[in-house]
């Protein structure tokens, strides 16, 4: 049995949850976000509050049922507050900047790293913060793990991409005779 498919999603005012066919749709004041559905998870709706059951209890279908839970959580909180994830960019003559659906980088390359935001997300880049919000948890955790992975923090200085509340840990660097 699933601790986190057994929980109540309480919804929250002026927020509706509407399953066609194998889609579930969430609308609220933030805007509207959809993710299929796996045919042997079932998804019950009464008054304010929505319940996961897995059709039958099957090693697959109960391993999905807290899975589907959790998104659907996520899905809920999402459309009412945003998701946040921070990137710091340490370095000498690292920076960055956003420039319409773009953000352009330059991290010690002989060249500007340019990559395209997707839709749905807003990025910032003040300094050497970037700041990703956005309903989608799952899209702003996947770009600003794809923003990080072009230049990964380093050990010796501690230069390159990381998250704010990242702690990277430092080596000792060679010792002189």
Same mark, same amino acid.
């Given at each position: ?13 002026? %927020? ?30 009464? /008054?304010? #509050?929505?319940?996961?059951? +897995?059709?039958?209890? %099957? @090693?697959?279908?109960? =391993?999905?049922?807290? %899975?589907? =839970?959790?998104?659907? #959580?996520?899905? $809920?909180?999402?459309?009412?507050? +945003? !998701? ?6 340490? /370095?000498? /003559? ?6 319409? @659906? ?6 010690? !390359? ?7 935001? +997707? #839709?749905?997300?807003? $990025? #910032? ?27 990964? +923090? ?5 230069? /390159?991409?990381?998250? =704010? ?11 002189? =005779?």
């Amino acid at each position: 049995m699933s601790r986190i498919g057994k929980k109540l999603i309480v919804l929250p005012d002026k %927020t509706e949850v509407k399953v066609s066919g194998n889609v579930v749709v969430v609308k609220g004041p933030l805007g509207v976000l959809s993710r299929p559905l796996h045919q042997s998870i079932e998804v019950k709706i009464e /008054g304010n #509050t929505v319940t996961l059951h +897995p059709k039958k209890e %099957t @090693d697959n279908s109960m =391993a999905l049922w807290g %899975t589907y =839970a959790s998104h659907l #959580t996520n899905m $809920v909180s999402g459309v009412n507050k +945003p !998701f946040e994830k921070k990137l710091i960019l340490e /370095g000498i /003559g690292y920076k960055s900047e956003v420039k319409g @659906d773009k953000i352009q980088l330059a991290l010690g !390359f002989s060249h500007p790293v340019i990559v395209d935001i +997707p #839709t749905g997300l807003k $990025v #910032t880049a003040e300094k050497n913060n970037i700041v990703i919000v956005g309903s989608d948890k799952e899209m702003v955790g996947q770009f600003a793990a794809q923003l990080r992975a072009l230049k990964k +923090p380093e050990p010796y200085k501690g230069k /390159g991409m990381r998250y =704010a509340d990242e702690v990277v840990k430092r080596k000792q660097g060679k010792k002189s =005779a």
